[in-house]
T-cell receptor
Framework: EAGVAQSPRYKIIEKRQSVAFWCNPISGHATLYWYQQILGQGPKLLIQFQNNGVVDDSQLPKDRFSAERLKGVDSTLKIQPAKLEDSAVYLC??????????FGPGTRLTVL | GENVEQHPSTLSVQEGDSAVIKCTYSDSASNYFPWYKQELGKGPQLIIDIRSNVGEKKDQRIAVTLNKTAKHFSLHITETQPEDSAVYFCAAPTNSGYALNFGKGTSLLVTP
């Protein structure tokens, strides 16, 4: 069974630029999560989707971050405009009807 | 939301010794407690989890114990090997039910 796929793996941008990340969850997983992991810390939830609906986006900085999962499968996370403090690893995870979450390899973002 | 405290932040043991990492949580309604292992440049990988209806779960050299009264759970790794060296995270559910709040991580180093 294929795992969670993410791209790109690395991205370097300058502040005020925009960037987008892509995630393809495990086949059949209805729930998809985006987490932000700042160096030296644990992952922090940004947004949770159930199929194509948002379950929890309370910690998503909505003035600059947006996410969508239009067909209930793939998802994109966008940052516009980026700030220095957005430098982090962006992790995508998915789960089926149980709690168990499986993570992708992450996208490491560096904002200069 | 759920507050997860993890200790210690770093742990160094000799190969063959045991390692113990402890976490506490704040929401008494939490019922699912996973542990993840994260190697450099990779996403978190689930290594073991426990649900609130049991007090202990074991999988080869790894075990997790749960004390619901005290609201803490621990990861035990026996007969440690150099390949166990990684950052370990505990987690507990957020208020939304399925997303996770993570501890700050424990960097485990197993020296030969």
């Amino acid at each position: 069974e294929a795992g969670v796929a993410q791209s790109p793996r690395y991205k370097i941008i300058e502040k005020r630029q925009s960037v987008a990340f892509w995630c393809n969850p495990i086949s059949g997983h209805a729930t998809l999560y985006w987490y932000q992991q700042i160096l030296g810390q644990g992952p922090k939830l940004l947004i949770q989707f159930q199929n194509n609906g948002v379950v929890d986006d309370s910690q998503l900085p909505k003035d600059r971050f947006s996410a969508e999962r239009l067909k209930g499968v793939d998802s994109t996370l966008k940052i516009q405009p980026a700030k220095l403090e957005d430098s982090a690893v962006y992790l995508c995870a998915s789960s089926s009807l149980t709690d168990t979450q499986y993570f992708g390899p992450g996208t490491r973002l560096t904002v200069l | 939301g759920e507050n997860v405290e993890q200790h210690p932040s770093t742990l160094s043991v000799q190969e063959g010794d045991s390692a113990v990492i402890k976490c506490t949580y704040s929401d008494s309604a939490s019922n699912y407690f996973p542990w993840y292992k994260q190697e450099l440049g990779k996403g978190p990988q689930l290594i073991i989890d426990i649900r609130s209806n049991v007090g202990e779960k074991k999988d080869q050299r790894i075990a997790v114990t749960l004390n619901k009264t005290a609201k803490h759970f621990s990861l035990h790794i026996t007969e440690t090997q150099p390949e166990d060296s990684a950052v370990y995270f505990c987690a507990a559910p957020t208020n939304s039910g399925y997303a996770l709040n993570f501890g700050k991580g424990t960097s485990l180093l197993v020296t030969p």
